[in-house]
């Protein structure tokens, strides 16, 4: 059901994978979507994983939503104002803000990636940190402003957890822990606004490099990108998300309490760390 037509959202880090599968729901939903990431072509990532944002905005207007290109590097503040800037000359607000760009993963088949904290090189750190939790807070300082004149809105951080068992790697479980956090702090500065933040548990998610790094036992118990895009509509079509704000939830709990579904007609389960 398309009800979010003249709803304004932007998703960062939508060239490919989880942003990719939140921006083509949201534009399923009828939503204007602004897809940011660095990809302007398939072949833009060291490990050549195709997908990129003028594809991913031409999906969006496909399936019955306005889909905006922008190129942003969201480690690049003066790349990230200018784009709020268009935002605010193009349409004047912003009502859901999805934080999603991610660079912890990139260069994922080294074969340092797995080894213990101690032994990691610093620079994957900035790239969790700097291309992760200060991007969530660069993104959601500069959209609030957008959102306050309708006092309303929506702010979504893309992160991972069950419930606080430890996440497998020091590096991995400090920052999605920093993103969980900021979605707490944002809610209860921004409740007097009208404004909910909270952050959103997708399981395994077959990304493009899921598919190519994950074993077939793995993917077996996996869900698609779309999964949680469904599930970050049905949050923002809910009059009572305010009540959710400053929570953190799993993409197969919250299918279960709004009743959606893959695009498979499967509903797979709230993903545990064992």
């Not at 993963?105 to 032994?119: K, L, Q, S």
Request: aromatic fraction near 8%; glycine fraction near 10%; proline fraction near 4%.
């Amino acid at each position: 059901m398309a009800d979010l037509r003249g709803k304004i959202a932007l998703v960062t880090g939508a060239s490919r994978g989880i942003g990719r599968g939140i921006a083509l729901e949201l534009g399923v939903a009828g939503a204007t979507v602004y897809v940011t990431g660095r990809s302007v072509s398939d072949d833009a990532t060291p490990e050549n994983l195709g997908g990129n944002i003028n594809s991913a905005a031409k999906l969006v207007t496909e399936r019955g939503g306005i889909g905006v290109a922008v190129r942003c590097d969201h480690t690049r503040d003066d790349e990230v104002e200018a784009l709020f800037e268009r935002i605010r000359k193009e349409q004047g607000r912003l009502d859901i803000l999805v934080n999603n760009v991610w660079g912890g993963y990139e260069r994922y088949g080294d074969e340092d990636f797995g080894a213990p904290f101690w032994e990691q090189p610093m620079w994957r750190w900035s790239l969790m940190f700097d291309a992760g939790v200060r991007a969530h807070y660069v993104a959601s300082c500069l959209a609030v402003p957008l959102m306050m004149p309708q006092a309303s809105g929506l702010i979504v951080n893309i992160s991972a957890g069950d419930e606080r068992k430890y996440r497998g790697w020091v590096m991995y479980d400090t920052a999605k822990e920093a993103v969980d956090r900021m979605a707490f702090a944002l809610a209860q500065e921004l409740r007097p606004h009208g404004i909910a933040a909270l952050a959103l548990y997708p399981g395994l998610t077959r990304t493009e490099r899921v598919e190519r790094f994950a074993s077939p036992e793995e993917l077996a118990n996996s869900e698609s990108p779309r999964y949680a895009g469904r599930a970050i509509v049905a949050l923002a079509r809910d009059a009572n998300v305010m009540a959710r704000s400053g929570g953190a939830y799993k993409t197969g709990e919250l299918a279960r309490e709004y009743d959606f579904r893959d695009v498979d007609g499967t509903q797979p389960p709230p993903f545990s760390f064992g």
